[in-house]
């Protein structure tokens, strides 16, 4: 069956500390790549999205992602967290499935905790 | 403002009973979605419908129904068959292939 794994469900940083969440993707087919965040009482939003060409994502908020399609990863990245960087980020993967229809499958999210 | 809607933001009921949860969009998109959010496990499909009057069961479908009669609206009903409905509930749209889904702010529902 389809499957995407985020390696980390808990993450705690201090500012300015680097971050690095994983995600790797089970399917062999064309797949388009997605991060999605949630932060606190807030709406699940868009962070960065892969379809095609340079496997280098720059998404919003200085968050940026690189897929290795050898690896099925899609892993996410940012040189330097802030406080309000806290939220649950969200690795999903959009792919023609069985059935032919197109599905969205999500990783089951890690919580980023960054101290002042 | 464009986007989707749902409401209300929280629900409470009684085991046993039904409920239906409301999902509207003004995106002019085709797709809708239903997921349910619970902790440490993501978000799991529900139903989807990629146009009006279609809609297929997602991964966790049993005890759930929708209809998808208009282009903007995709009611989720929580039947008294669904074995553990207390959860966070969100609607998403999606333009079509190769967009991205957009998401709404949720229903918390709490069946005791």
């Known amino acids: 069956a389809q499957s995407v794994s985020q390696h980390n469900h808990h993450v705690i940083l201090s500012e300015a500390a680097s971050l690095e969440l994983g995600c790797n993707y089970s399917y062999g087919g064309t797949v388009n790549l997605f991060w999605y965040v949630q932060y606190p009482g807030q709406h699940l939003q868009l962070l960065l999205k892969y379809f095609s060409g340079d496997p280098l994502v720059k998404g919003i908020k200085g968050f940026e992602a690189e897929f290795i ?3 099925f990863s899609f892993n996410l990245r940012k040189p330097s967290v802030q406080w309000s960087d806290t939220a649950e980020y969200f690795c999903a993967v959009n792919g023609m499935f069985s059935g032919g229809y197109n599905k969205l499958i999500f990783g089951a999210g890690t919580r980023l905790a960054v101290h002042p | 403002d464009g986007g989707i809607t749902q409401s209300p933001k929280y629900l409470f009921r009684k085991e046993g009973q039904n409920v239906t949860l409301s999902c509207e969009q003004n995106l002019n ?9 619970d902790p440490g496990q993501g ?8 146009i009006v009057n279609d809609f297929q069961k997602g991964d966790i479908a049993e005890g759930y129904s929708v209809s998808r009669e208009k282009k903007e609206s995709f009611p989720l009903t929580v039947t008294s068959a669904q074995k553990n409905p207390t959860a966070f509930y969100l609607c998403a749209s999606r333009m079509g292939q190769g967009h991205e889904q957009y998401f709404g702010p949720g229903t918390r529902l709490t069946v005791t």
């Open chain 2, 43 to 50: 978000l799991r499909l529900i139903y989807y419908s990629q």
């Open chain 1, 69 to 71: 399609k050898s690896k």
């Open chain 2, 29 to 37: 998109h085709d797709a809708m979605y239903w997921y349910r959010q």
